[in-house]
């Protein structure tokens, strides 16, 4: 308990940044030595500023907010995992500037397991949502799925996860106990309650602008690499992929169409040489990873059976193909009435397994 109380506490020393925290850490070797080394020390260290020796001018009262932080943490089911704590990722000590304290709620053992990251534009295409939910479905039986919860393709990563009961990280821009984006509640409860929701922020902390670039490197950090699914030439995604390169990770991107400015992120990566990912097996080859339970055939077509579904519903959703087809084509090579397959597709959409889009089209959702 005391080693966690010195990480947390020198943590909430207003003003003292994460480089801050590091070169006093460094300098002095550990969090207590750091809180107990007194005024007249902390003025030798260089590269410290007064300010920052001033937040730490109290060292009881930083003690006594890191007990306030640690006792909420209980009530609310969340833990804090030091630097210094086995529990803490081995892959994320590699990176230049480790968040010193991780604040997680849920199943902790994930940060052990082997992760992806999957991440691109919150504004995308129903073509890049509906490839991120299949990278997902199709990786997450071997890896860990991580991301962002944002809206758009961090949402289609976990909910993909989730879709094959398998394993999937959100990390946040936030404290663990503010919801963000409000819109994906229902899945900020489902990773909560089925995989990890972690933070570098305690609790409290909202959800300002700065902090999604600083979030965006634990992404990169905990994950073998980083696959890039639709992003614009400037996007928080494409820094992501710095990121990982920095680390010495993977890049993945994922191709769209050539006169899409939403794929312009994901052409100019694979200009730069990130690997080509048109399906999950890209990644396992590059990664050097066997697959445990790849998703193929019966078992994960579109990800659900379709037994209980009406049968000629089934059979129109054979003819129904990825790529946008009208209804009237649909009634021509079906054989059904105008009115039943008006019928029959609102019944699909139901299901999730297709989407109806503009000019009387419809194609499969590819879940």
Sequence with gaps: ???????????????LGLTGFWRLVEHLG???????????????????Q?????????????????????????????????????????LLRQIADPPPVLYVTGRKELLATDCVAIVGSRASTGYGRRTAFSLARNLAPSLTIVSGLALGIDTEAHSGALAVKGDTIAVLGCGLDVVYPYQNRRLYESVRDSGLLL????????????????????????????????????SGSLITAQMALDSGREVFAVPGQVDSFKSEGTHWL??????????????????????RRPCSGEDCSQGKSFAHIDPEAATLLGFIEPYPQLRATLMQISGFSPARVS??????????????????AVRTTNR
């Design 1 to 15: 308990m005391a080693a966690i109380l010195d990480w947390v506490s020198l943590c909430l020393a207003p003003g």
């Design 30 to 48: 550990s969090p207590d030595r750091v809180l107990g080394a007194g005024l007249q020390n902390l003025h030798k260290i260089p590269g410290i």
């Design 50 to 90: 007064a300010r920052q020796i001033a937040a730490l001018s109290s060292p009881e009262r930083l003690w006594q907010r890191g007990r306030e932080e640690l006792d909420l943490l209980k009530t609310k089911g969340c833990l804090a995992i030091a630097y210094s704590d086995t529990a803490y990722p081995p």
């Design 199 to 234: 933070s570098e922020y305690p609790l409290g902390t909202t959800p300002d602008g700065f902090r999604f670039p600083a979030r965006n490197r634990i992404i990169a950090g905990l994950s073998l690499g980083v696959i890039v699914v639709e992003a614009a030439r400037k």
């Design 270 to 291: 694979l200009k730069q040489g990130a690997k080509l990912v048109q399906s999950a097996e890209d990644v396992f080859e590059e990664l050097r990873f066997d697959s």
């Design 343 to 360: 019928e029959l597709l609102f019944l699909l959409e139901l299901e999730g397994c297709i989407e109806m889009l503009p000019g009387d």
